[in-house]
């Protein structure tokens, strides 16, 4: 059995013909899925001949949603969503002015170790496919009831270390037959693996490229990083300047603020140094405190002393708002404490 949530049109097409059926289902299915018809004796225009032979050959891959959390500061929804292997991801459904952003998954667990992130503690458990990948915005889209319009892939998981999966993703996320979601309004988050940004920035989509930096040195990259052992900062960045040139996109650097690590006026400084004159935006991440371990968040005054300092050097800034605070939405934490409830 497949899942059709991991085929694109043409791939269906494709199978129709084979079939002996003709290649125009495959849109009318596609177009029941989209819509929030998971269950083929639901769909209408589908004679009853195909609906056996996708019974026989398919199923549709929406996993269960085991909770929902909704923050009563701001309206964050998170969602723990159960697949059929058993394993839980996280996505969080956050509610702006301008539209409704999901935040979503690539892998179960990730391997990449950052010492900050809760994500990474029970390593990389596996990828998840690219239907499993969208299923978390088909399914994000029926609990907030409404359009979703931007997508960050921010949630568990190294993206770029599952990248034909999250290509496939983008392509079928972005397509009108799917959810017609412009790249512009797709933002993809990397721990900086440079040849896969490479990878990336040649194949010249719009979307978004976030770099999770959170440091101005390798030396002290690698205090909180083990991807920085393996690829310096100098081709992170010039890999950026590739992705840049050949998409014309603003760079976003995310760089959590850790007190007493990296949160002096000399590493906003030196931060502000390596950046100027690049097109680039920085986002402030006051971290967020996990109990296993000790890394605390700066003072506000900290925090914005910081932020001052880049923009009095040129450099774009924002400090991240902190969204369902009361829910544990940030960074993997849902997951992880939910599983420990549970055993
Ligand atoms: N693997 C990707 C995407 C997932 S993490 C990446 O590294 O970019 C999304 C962002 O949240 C990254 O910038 C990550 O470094 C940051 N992050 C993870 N845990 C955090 C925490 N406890 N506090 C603040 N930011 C955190």
């Known amino acids: 059995m497949k899942n059709l949530l991991d085929f694109t049109l043409e791939e269906l097409q494709s199978w129709m013909k084979e079939n002996g059926e003709s290649a125009f289902r495959a849109k009318q299915i596609f177009s029941w899925i989209y819509n929030e018809v998971w269950n083929y004796d639901d769909m209408k225009n589908i004679p009853n001949s195909l609906k056996h032979k996708l019974k026989d050959n398919f199923y549709i891959g929406i996993p269960k949603i085991e909770e929902v959390y909704e923050s009563s500061l701001d309206g964050t929804k998170k969602m723990l969503l159960r697949f059929n292997d058993g394993n839980i991801i996280e996505s969080v459904i956050m509610q702006y002015k301008h539209g409704n952003s999901i935040c979503i998954s690539t892998q179960v667990g990730c391997r990449m170790g950052c010492k900050f992130c809760a994500s990474t503690l029970g390593g990389r458990v596996r990828d998840l496919t690219c239907g499993e990948i969208l299923s978390q915005v088909i399914i994000g889209k029926k609990i907030c009831g409404d359009r979703i319009s931007n997508i960050v892939l921010m949630g568990s998981g190294e993206p770029l270390d599952n990248f034909d999966n999250v290509m496939k993703f983008l392509k079928i996320v972005n397509a009108d037959y799917g959810l017609n979601i412009g790249q512009r309004h797709i933002t993809l988050s990397t721990c900086g693996i440079v040849p896969k940004i490479i990878e990336l920035a040649d194949k010249e989509m719009s979307i978004t490229l976030a770099i999770s930096l959170h440091a101005f040195s390798d030396e002290k990259r690698k205090e909180i990083m083990p991807i920085a052992n ?72 900290v925090i914005e002393e910081f932020e001052e300092i880049l923009k009095s050097n040129g450099i774009e800034v924002t400090v991240r708002r902190e969204m369902g605070a009361d829910i544990n939405a940030a960074c993997g934490q849902l997951r992880k404490s939910y599983i420990e409830s549970a055993k």
């Not at 030196?270 to 700066?298: D, F, W, Y």
């Open 230 to 301: 393996k690829y310096s900062i100098t081709e992170i960045l010039d890999a950026c300047r590739y992705y840049i040139d050949k998409t014309g996109r603003r760079i976003t650097f995310e760089y959590s603020l850790v007190s007493g690590v990296n949160d002096g006026k000399e590493d906003a400084r030196s931060l502000a140094k390596i950046l100027k004159g690049m097109l680039c935006h920085v986002n402030l991440i006051p971290v967020n405190e996990i109990k296993e371990n000790t890394l605390k968040r700066p003072s506000k005054k």
